[in-house]
C-alpha cells in the first residue's frame, strides 16, 4: 500500500504503538477554508508534501473535530496535527492565555514582541502536555461588534455576548452582559438568531461570516491580538525521522511569517468590507472605552497572579 489509512494511523498513536510511520496525516482546523488560516496551513501542509514523503490533509471549518475538540484529539492522538485559538485553553494553563490579555498588546509591533516574549513559555507548555509546537499566527486586532449602537454603557446592559475563552465572558460580565461560548462556524445562526447580539472579535472573523447581515456597528477597540498555533501530538513527532522533522519545521516557519504579514495586511481591508457592507465603522466613545480599559487592567492583574512566576517572567521581558 502506497498509504497507510489515517484510521489505522491515529489509532496506532492512540495506543502509544512505536515504530509506525504514519505516511498521511490530518490536520484539523477549526475555522473555514477561505480564512486565511486555513489557507496559510494549506500552503503550509503543501510545502512538506513537495518536500517530505509525508502527505498533509487539510480539513478545515471543524470538518474533523470541532474547534473545541481539536487540542484533545490531536493530545489523544486522533488526529497528528491541528490548530486552535491558543486563549481558549485557559482552563488548561493561564500561559495559554497571555495574548488576550485585554490592552496589554493592541499593535502588531506590540503582539510580535509579545510573542517572542512567550513563546519559551508556550512550548514548554505544550511539551508537558504531550505536545509540540509549530508556529503561531495572529488575528487582526480586537474590535467590538454589536447589534446596537454602544452609546454608552446603559446601552450594554443585559445583550447577549459570544464569548471564546474566559477573557472574553468575564470582560462581557464587568460591562453588564451576558456571555455565551459560541464557536466562530456557529456565529452566523447565533446572530441571526438572536442567540448573541455583540462580541470583541478581529474584522476576519466577522468578514468570514458576513456579519453585516445581522449586526450593524463595528467598534475599532484594538483591545488584543490573539493567535492560533498549529502543533503535532508529541509521539507523532517523536516518531519522524529528522529529516522530515526539518521539513516540517522550515515549513512551519514560512508559514508563520506568511501568516504575520497576511494579518496586518488584511486588517484595515476587512474593516473597509464592513463599511461598503453598510456596518457603522466607530471607535467607542471615551466614556465607554473607559469602562472597556477599566475592566482590562482587572483582568490583566488577575492573570498575573493566576500565571505566577513564569507570567511575571512574561511580563517582564516586555518592559
Given amino acids: 500500500m502506497n498509504k497507510i489509512l489515517t484510521s489505522i494511523s491515529a489509532s496506532a498513536l492512540a495506543l502509544g504503538v512505536t515504530g509506525v510511520q504514519a505516511e498521511t496525516w490530518d490536520l484539523a482546523l477549526a475555522y473555514s477554508a477561505s480564512n486565511y488560516h486555513s489557507e496559510i496551513a494549506a500552503e503550509f501542509a503543501a510545502e512538506i508534501i513537495a518536500n517530505s514523503d509525508l502527505e498533509i490533509v487539510t480539513h478545515p471549518g471543524g470538518s474533523l473535530f470541532g474547534g473545541s475538540e481539536i487540542f484533545g484529539a490531536v493530545r489523544r492522538g486522533l488526529a497528528p496535527m491541528g490548530e486552535r485559538l491558543i486563549s481558549a485553553l485557559g482552563n488548561e494553563d493561564p500561559i495559554y492565555e497571555i495574548d488576550s490579555v485585554p490592552f496589554l498588546a493592541t499593535g502588531f509591533e506590540g503582539a510580535r514582541a509579545l510573542y517572542d516574549a512567550s513563546r519559551p513559555a508556550l512550548e514548554e507548555t505544550l511539551a508537558e502536555a504531550g505536545l509540540h509546537f509549530l508556529y503561531s499566527c495572529p488575528w487582526p486586532p ?69 456579519l453585516w447581515e445581522h449586526v450593524d456597528y463595528f467598534y475599532d477597540v484594538q483591545a488584543w491580538l490573539p493567535r492560533n498555533m498549529v502543533f503535532v501530538n508529541g509521539a507523532a513527532w517523536d516518531g519522524l525521522d529528522a529529516d522530515t522533522q526539518g521539513v516540517i519545521e ?30 457603522t465603522v466607530d471607535t467607542l466613545n471615551d466614556t465607554v472605552l473607559a469602562a472597556f480599559q477599566e475592566v482590562g487592567a482587572e483582568l490583566r492583574a488577575d492573570w498575573a497572579e493566576r500565571a505566577g512566576d513564569r507570567g511575571q517572567a512574561i511580563l517582564d521581558a516586555l518592559e
Avoid at 451576558?178 to 447565533?190: V, Y
Avoid at 495586511?265 to 476587512?270: I, N, P, Q, V
Fill in 142 to 210: 480586537q474590535g467590538f461588534y454589536s447589534v446596537r449602537a454602544a452609546s454608552d454603557l446603559d446601552a450594554l446592559q443585559g445583550m447577549k455576548f459570544r464569548a471564546y475563552n474566559a477573557t472574553t465572558s468575564r470582560m462581557a460580565e464587568g460591562l453588564g452582559m451576558i456571555p455565551t461560548t459560541i464557536e466562530a462556524a456557529e456565529l452566523s445562526q447565533a446572530f441571526a438568531t438572536g442567540v448573541a447580539e455583540a462580541m470583541i472579535s478581529s474584522g476576519s472573523t466577522g468578514y468570514d461570516r458576513s
Fill in 250 to 279: 522550515t515549513a512551519a516557519s514560512n508559514a508563520e511569517a506568511t501568516c504575520w504579514a497576511r494579518s496586518e495586511e488584511l486588517a484595515g481591508w476587512y474593516i473597509e468590507q464592513f463599511t461598503a457592507n453598510g456596518m
